[in-house]
């Protein structure tokens, strides 16, 4: 999705908004620019390509000055062309802005400003965007100390659809002006300096005192002052939060790359996840954040769970635990799906969203519909102050820290954690016993340190990879709480590796799939389940009838037969809790090396975004 960083302050932008966009690359983007306004005059570069190159074309050229946007693209109107990166100038060379979003009605607002004489040199809805600020501050009384703030203020008034928005405009030198709506948008409040960013990654470099801008907000940033206030004109207090965690989090260190450096975090990411999270007898899960009361938990009938891609996955594995622990009814929705479905639900539903970025726009709108029917709702979620965490009800916030690569791993697994928490928390507020609830938490515990051990395994899986990082097609099975670790398995392989790949309920492969099957074909099978380890057995065996490869995945108490799959990965036995966790460890470590040995870009793999801003 697109970058946005802007700066106002007492230093030289240019190294700033560079190094801001180089911490928003993980996030995917196409084109990259920036714009520095010195004495009047807007310097301007951009291009198709890496900011890399940015950096050099801006650094060389001598760009500085003490205000400035930048912007890093992710093209939704338009070619990925110069032309169309951003930032965007007005036609009078007077306003510059960097926007993240989709305006809805730019073609309408396109034709009004033709009517008015403006002409376009892009196919951006953005360009259509400056424009109108342009038009606004062109009828502005000019002697109003407020002339630039309320001309973006009443163009937003015309805009449908969605925006994050820095702008700067040449007749205010000291002036850095900011919105937001359905686009995340931050502030950070430095020395003697203001930051603007879409994203905290960008700016935690130079403070971690930031404002989160909600929907319908705009911010100016004046000498050394913060107003913000509504399209409404309604002022507002900023509300400054304290960002939950350092820049060092997100170094690369010694790894070759982000997604390498999370799947080893996850030992941490578990401990964070539970960190003073049981209570003192150890019996039960506590949250602090919930905001919602045990009486009326008791009264839930049944939950949904919504979220997009791998969050969905967690959804499904949520089914399993909430339904096994807690005995409550659960549905599980694609966010992108039931914002639209209108499904009559009952009364007693808790909605439950699961989210890393807290930004997915479909997993937002979901919360929005479901707030707006009046449920209650809940956020599993890795970014504090994130649009998500701040609209729902209340929460769990999975402190996993930063991740940066675009292919979950850390945040996959801490949400299932976290699902597994809340399992045994609703499971002892009904009919679980005391002695269940210790064993249970002594599981959870347990989980670093298995998660540790099965990340041992990642030699033996780099020399695994070696065999299979040809294949054209592969085909994830697994039943039960294994079925969306399939699911996972297939999604980490397609997304970094670019090999078609297929998650399956195991059973249902005879319905289809196994006309897939064959020696360019190999099957990944998680059997690590006990009591339906005969059938899965009876999978494999059908899948090497065909005379397809297979990869197990199996615990340590039940191995496949000597000689009967072509590799075998043993994972440490555990409580059942915890299984789809321990489970998801080959697989990121298998899609990580083959993708690596196919030379792909593991870290910020083609077409994809990191968080999925836009519909
Ligand atoms: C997973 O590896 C992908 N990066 C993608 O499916 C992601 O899980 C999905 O876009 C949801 O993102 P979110 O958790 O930030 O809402």
Redesign the pocket.
Known sequence: MCGIVGYIGNRDATPILIEGLKRLEYRGYDSAGVAILKNGNLNLKKQKGRVAELSRKALNNGMSGSLGISHTRWATHGGVTEENAHPHVSQDGKIAMAHNGVIENYVSIKKFLESKGYSFYSETDSEVFVNLIAYHYEKEDEDSPTRFFDSVRKCLRHIEGTYGIAVMCTECPNELVGARKGSPLIVGIGDEEFLIASDVSALISRTSNVVYLNDGELVSLKNGKLNLRTTDEEDLEPEIQKVDWEIQDSELGDYEHYMLKEIFEQPTALENAMRGRFTDDSSTAKFGGLNVSAQELRQVDRILFC?????WHACLVAEYLVERYARIPVEVEYASEFRYRNAPLDKHTLVIV????G??ID?LAALRESKRKGYKTLAINNSVGSTIARESDGGIYQHAGPEIG???TK?FTSQLHIISMLALYLGRLRDMSYQDGVEYVEALKKAPELVADALKLNDQIEEMAAKYKDMQDCLFLGRQDMFPIALEGA??LK?ISYIHAEGYPAAEMKHGPIALIGNECPAIVLATQPDIHTKLLSNIQEVKARGASVISVVNQSNPMPEGLVDDQIVIPDCHRSILPTLASIPMQLLSYHIAKMRGCDVDKPRN?A???TVE
Not at 307 to 311: E, I, Q
Not at 354 to 357: A, L
Request: aromatic share 0%; hydrophobic share 40%.
């Open positions: 979220a997009c891609g791998t969050a699961i989210s890393q970025s930004e997915t997993t675009v292919a979950s945040a999604l980490k997304e994809l990191k968080s999925v």
